[in-house]
């Protein structure tokens, strides 16, 4: 899953300048001068020496680039030449440039790698840099250049990609509320400040709790038939812990997950179940309910100043699927076969822990257990056969060759180029004519010091203004750690998300525009999970598969009669995987949908959610309201309905392929390839279109799940 952080307003994202402009336009004074965020750096490509930074470098070098920010602004503005298209909008499109170098550096390390000065700095910075932006959005003299540029757009002589440069620095002065009065805008801005701070305190207490919880095992029988390597993970964790002896699960999913599968102590798995789902809801100092409530009656309140009836309807304004009741009409044509599913399936695992002798009624803790069990009787599968066939490495080397077979791209490990951490690994991608394109880091494993989940940033966002600037992109995930005796070997779902987050890198690496903010990511986000989900569509393509899934012992390819019993087996649960989702994106939604401040509590409001759509007891939302991080700490408030939206896109899109009888066909991977390059530079069904021939259809996806 990527999650693409948006922490900071879209109007002034823009290029990293890796000529004269990376090197500020006035010198930093003597307590700087020795700040390696703040000098050139002579490094391969322009990458960062994270060897040379230190944490607490980052928070007078964030500071210095307001600074300087609010100089460069300054200049626009006083400038006494009429507004031009070049004095202004493309002047706003550079300003900016160390503030934005230092901060994509940050929101990166302090996402992946984190201590208590990262910490501290982000509580302290994300309000400041929420009222330094507000600042320059509601700045009506530079409003004014703006606003008389995007009125004589025909005047000037303006590409299309410039009008539409015009158009989203325009539209995002509105949405940031310049037409409001002054006593609007100055409650604006404290609505914006304060959500800023509840944000970073929602993550802070989310990381807290789950690094907190300590399941300990001290007898063997309880973990069932484990694998070996997730036992010598649990024995280092339970070390780690202060433990002599035993076996310490945590709320990672790396050791969460594993617990649940095999653990034959259905107690202990109600209790590790429990933890995870109650995370941030146990009333202590981590609790996050009244963070959330508080930040959805601010983001209510927002949304009224700027004129919307709710939040939800603020944000879908500007995205593909335009008002909730598009986005509930969608969820709804799958939620039905999907909970049917579901249902079917919950029948038959209770039926599975009835003939096991289990009394009781069968319960959410249950589900995973009983899934492994059925996969093995029904379908003849255990996923323990396949891991060592998806080594993370040979992973993701697969997801090279794939880049390689559609796009020509290689891949070349780069021991030159420092990282934030020891697990890195950094690579120079090159283009086929063996021409530099950009660096990709990736980053695999679990630590206390790592948020969960997986996601993708960009550290340097492509650009052309001047000169070509090539994109800088990571991968991170939280996978197991290898051990002393085991590589780190992942199931088919986490290979799968290695090949997703790889599609979000692609996406920013193929990245072909002139302006970094329409460059790579910044798209919709109902259309930026798109090119990350169409490239899990090849990972279990037999031709793909050969590539990379090879026994990491023997070398031996994955055989053709396990890759069909696996896609077979990860047939079933389909109903579960997508109903938890759904959940979700329900919850999102009706929390952002709200018009007036709601009556009833989180948990209260929760449940009545999950009422609405009769979901089961057996089943919880993929994220329940106190660790929704994607909605509360992330980008993707009254958007996490964008998964489905894309999933339509890539199913669709795959298809094209499909149809041509090759997968890997070179003209339709041609065609893609300037769909993903044109980032932000036309609306993301326009761009679609044009790839397709048409827009596109929902019955690929329905017939994928198997849903009727």
Known sequence: MKKVLILISIVLLSIQCTSKKEEMNTMPDSGLSNNPLLKKWNTPFGTAPFDKIKSEDYLPAIEFGMQEHDKEIKNIVNNKDKPTFDNTIIALEKSGSTLKKVTHLFDAVESANTDDVLKATSKKIRPELSAHYDKINMNKKLFDRVNTVYEQKDKFNLSAEDKKLLEETHKSFVRS??????????????????????????????????????????????????????????????????????????????????????????????KIFQGYANRANNNNEFDNKKVLEEMVNLRIEKAHILGYDSYADFVLSDNMAENPGNVY????????????????DRDLLASMMKKDGVKGKFRASDWRYYVRQTRSIKYNFDEDQTRPYFEVNAVRNGAFE?????????????????????????????????KHIGIIYMDFFARPSKKGGAWMN????????????????????????PTKD?????????????????????????????????????????????????????????????????????????????????NEANGFNVGFRTVEYLAAAFLDMDWHSLKDKPKEKTVEFENNSMKNIALIDEIIPRYRSTYYAHIFSGGYSAGYYSYLWSEILDADAFEAFKETGDVLNPEVAKRYKKLISS??????????????????????????KGFK
Do not use: C
Not at 402 to 431: C, M, P, Y
Not at 462 to 473: E, G, K
Not at 489 to 496: G, I, N, R
């Open 486 to 566: 085991s590589p780190s070997l992942l199931s088919f779902t986490q290979a799968q998300t290695v090949f997703h987050e790889f599609g979000h890198g692609l996406h920013g690496l193929l990245s072909n525009v002139k302006y970094g903010s329409l460059s790579g990511t910044n798209v919709p986000r109902d259309f930026v999970e798109f090119p990350s989900q169409v490239i899990e569509n090849w990972m279990s393509e037999p031709d793909v598969l050969k590539l990379y899934a090879k026994h990491y012992k023997t070398g031996e390819v994955i055989p053709t009669a396990m890759v069909k019993k696996m």
């Open 679 to 704: 980032g932000g530079t036309k609306s993301g069904m326009d761009l679609y279109k044009e790839f397709r021939g048409r827009e596109p259809k929902i019955d690929a996806l329905l017939k994928r």
């Open 458 to 481: 960009e550290l340097r966002m492509q650009s052309n203004i001047d000169s070509f600037v090539t994109p800088i992109v990571t991968n991170n995930f939280n996978f197991p750690a």
């Open 177 to 270: 509320g310049i037409n409001l009065d002054d006593k609007k805008q100055e409650k604006l801005q404290k609505i914006n400040k304060r959500l800023a701070e509840l944000s970073q305190k929602f993550g802070d207490n989310l990381l807290e709790e789950t690094n907190n919880f300590d399941l300990y095992v001290t007898d063997k029988k309880d973990l069932g038939n484990m694998p070996n390597n997730f036992v010598e993970a649990a024995t280092e964790e339970a070390k780690n812990r202060g433990h002599k002896t035993g076996w310490s699960f945590t709320l990672q999913r790396p050791s969460f997950y594993p617990f649940l599968d095999y653990s034959t102590n259905r107690d202990l798995r109600e």
């Open 329 to 344: 009409n969608l969820l709804k044509q799958v939620w039905k076969p999907a909970l049917n599913t579901a249902k079917h």
């Open 402 to 434: 794939l880049a390689n077979k559609l796009f020509g791209l290689s891949f070349k490990r780069r021991n030159d180029i420092s990282t934030w951490h020891k697990d890195q690994q950094v690579f120079e991608v090159l283009d086929e004519a063996g």
